[in-house]
Nanobody, 121 residues
């Protein structure tokens, strides 16, 4: 079955860096775009970044542009989120998402379990 497993979260000081990973299994990873979302306490889940299936195209939301980089390794079925110059407002649970995965004759969306990122001094 489809599984997405995030890792790499933790506590970091403002200005620091973290690299999140999302290991995927159970579907043809290299055929699908992948997304990172985040959800801060008391707020709705929001899109952070998207990467195309081949990794040739990326898109970022304004709050993270120039600081975060999404990438993928299709040989390892893994998508990454490099986060630099972290700010306290980046504190959230970060999720990876696979959208529109064909399961038989239907399409489904899948989420990972999330990884906590806390930016604090």
């Amino acid at each position: 079955q489809v599984q997405l497993v995030e890792s790499g979260g933790g506590l970091v000081q403002p200005g620091g860096s973290l690299r999140l990973s999302c290991a995927a299994s159970g579907f043809y990873f290299s055929a699908y775009a992948m997304r990172w979302y985040r959800q801060a306490p008391g707020k709705e889940r929001e899109l952070v970044a998207v990467i195309s299936s081949a990794g040739s195209s990326t898109n970022y939301q304004d709050p993270v542009k120039g600081r975060f980089t999404i990438s993928r390794d299709n040989a390892k079925n893994t998508v990454y989120l490099q986060m630099n110059s972290l700010k306290p407002e980046d504190t959230a649970v970060y999720y990876c998402k696979a959208e529109g995965i064909w399961v038989g004759v239907v399409k489904k969306d899948y989420w990972g379990q999330g990884t906590q990122v806390t930016v604090s001094s």
